[in-house]
């Protein structure tokens, strides 16, 4: 399994540039989810899907965009890139709890540092 | 009011020596799991430790064990014999509500520095 990919892991943009950040996971889980890393304060919820075609609103989903189309991938769009999205982007998933018993952990991918200039 | 409070910024401690990260919460729900992370310098989030609200016993994995006081809403991460690698950020979290619910409140973390 290569458990939760995301691509890419750099990337630079402009403001006012779109684009998109790319999550996949081949563990058959429910959840998936994205967050948002910035200095001392920790990780805050963006989107989140608890299956295919069912997304919702995190703490922070001004300026970004989900859908959720397979069971396995769960991009995250940047419609207007601005500087205060400069960030590193986590996506994580998990088996849905109650679905699966005893199985709690989500599983981040890697992570995508993101510098809007 | 904040749901995952970390109060200690950072911390140094000897190399073998234990070690105990602090963490409180704040939900009114009766069902919430509560979750620690390592985020070592090359980025990466490696999931410890579980602890579920209906547990009776404290979770242990290896090296890490949970402190849960539910009634004092803490939830501090020991571990035991620290080791340079164990150098990291460490973040707790927290599940809160009804099944299917899985969104995770992180707290601001903890720099861990272990010294030789």
């Known amino acids: 399994n290569a458990g939760v990919t995301q691509t890419p892991k750099f990337q630079v943009l402009k403001t006012g540039q779109s684009m998109t950040l790319q999550c996949a996971q081949d563990?058959?889980?429910?959840?998936m989810s994205w967050y948002r890393q910035d200095p001392g304060m920790g990780l805050r919820l963006i989107h989140y899907?608890?299956?295919?075609?069912?997304?919702d609103q995190g703490e922070v989903p001004n300026g970004y965009n989900v859908s959720r189309s397979t069971t396995e991938d769960f991009p995250l769009r940047l419609l207007s890139a601005a500087p205060s999205q400069t960030s590193v982007y986590f996506c994580?998933?998990?088996?849905?709890?109650?679905?699966?018993?005893?199985?709690?952990?989500?599983?981040f991918g890697p992570g995508t540092r993101l510098t809007v200039l | 009011a904040q749901k995952i409070t970390q109060t200690q910024p950072g911390m140094f401690v000897q190399e073998k020596e234990a070690v105990t990260l602090d963490c409180t919460y704040d939900?009114?729900?009766?069902?919430?799991?509560l979750f620690w992370y390592k985020q070592p310098s090359s980025g990466e989030m490696i999931f410890l430790i579980y602890?579920?609200?209906?547990?009776?016993q404290n979770a242990t994995e290896g090296r890490y064990s949970l402190n849960f006081q539910k009634a004092r809403k803490s939830a501090n991460l020991v571990i035991s014999a620290s080791q340079l690698g164990d150098s990291a950020m460490y973040f707790c979290?927290?599940?809160?509500?009804?099944?299917?619910?899985?969104?995770?409140?992180f707290g601001t973390g903890t720099r861990l520095t272990i010294i030789p």
């Open positions: 994580a998933s998990s088996y849905s709890y109650g679905r699966t018993p005893g199985v709690h952990t989500q599983y």
């Open positions: 563990m058959n889980h429910e959840y």
């Open positions: 899907s608890v299956g295919a075609g069912i997304t």
């Open positions: 939900t009114s729900d009766q069902s919430y799991g």
């Open positions: 602890q579920g609200s209906y547990d009776e």
């Open positions: 979290a927290m599940r809160e509500g009804p099944f299917g619910n899985e969104k995770l409140t």
